[in-house]
């Protein structure tokens, strides 16, 4: 059984256009996270629930609104898609909110923004 | 905002042939983690250290904690194809994990 997955793995879309990426996590976590990792690797957290709440919110566009139905599921909407949101997208679930519980990471949705 | 560097940003070495990667944080860690990225994969944890100045060993890999607690380093002895990949460190500080820029490895057979 997969432990934090995502979907889609492959996300191809025209500047403008709304898309949403989906995660669910099947470890029993309280925490999930969202992750940009641009063209040169760099990992930069965009936001963190705790078990349906928000606990992080990073310097982002708001245009990205996550949704946390559910402490197993974090799902992300992104409106108006431009060119620099072109990256490779992570989710991720650790036990607890604290930044010392290692992080189980999903595998990731590429996303191509033309 | 707290940044985490790490150096070198690539390497390129022959199946053997040690390597090291170096984490420097402007800020004081309450901990440090690694992870492993492999090339189209997502990152893995590796291990987590805690003290100042601690030491801990994975068979071929040595991870060290700075006795400041504001670097750490990754160290692989003789390296294996499978080594291939970027390794992160991500220190923790104001409730989130921030990861460094990485150090890609290239093991050549």
């Known amino acids: 059984d997969t432990a934090v997955s995502q979907t889609p793995k492959y996300l191809v879309t025209q500047m403008g256009n709304d898309k949403s990426i989906k995660c669910e996590q099947n470890?029993?976590?309280?925490?999930m996270y969202w992750y940009k990792q641009d063209s040169k690797k760099f990992l930069k957290i965009m936001f963190s629930y705790n078990n349906k709440e928000l606990i992080i919110n990073e310097t982002v566009p708001n245009r990205f609104s996550p949704k946390s139905p559910d402490k197993a599921h974090l799902n992300l909407h992104i409106n108006s898609l431009e060119l620099g949101d072109s990256a490779v997208y992570f989710c991720?679930?650790?036990?607890?909110?604290?930044?010392?519980?290692?992080?189980?990471f999903g595998p990731g949705t590429r996303l191509t923004v033309t | 905002g707290q940044q985490v560097m790490q150096i070198p940003q690539y390497q390129h070495v022959q199946e053997g042939e040690d390597f090291t990667t170096y984490c420097n944080s402007s800020?004081?860690?309450?901990?440090i983690q690694w992870y492993k990225q492999r090339p189209g994969g997502h990152p893995v944890f590796l291990i987590q250290l805690v003290k100042s100045g601690e030491v801990k060993k994975q068979k071929r890999l040595t991870f060290q904690f700075g006795e400041a607690k504001k670097n750490s380093s990754l160290h692989i002895t003789a390296t294996q194809t499978t080594d291939v990949g970027t390794y992160f460190c991500?220190?923790?500080?104001?409730?989130?994990?921030?990861f460094g820029t990485g150090t890609r490895l290239l093991v050549s057979p």
């Open positions: 800020t004081t860690l309450s901990n």
């Open positions: 470890l029993g976590h309280d925490t």
């Open positions: 991500a220190g923790t500080g104001f409730q989130k994990l921030v």
């Open positions: 991720a679930s650790s036990l607890l909110a604290a930044a010392s519980y290692e992080q189980y």
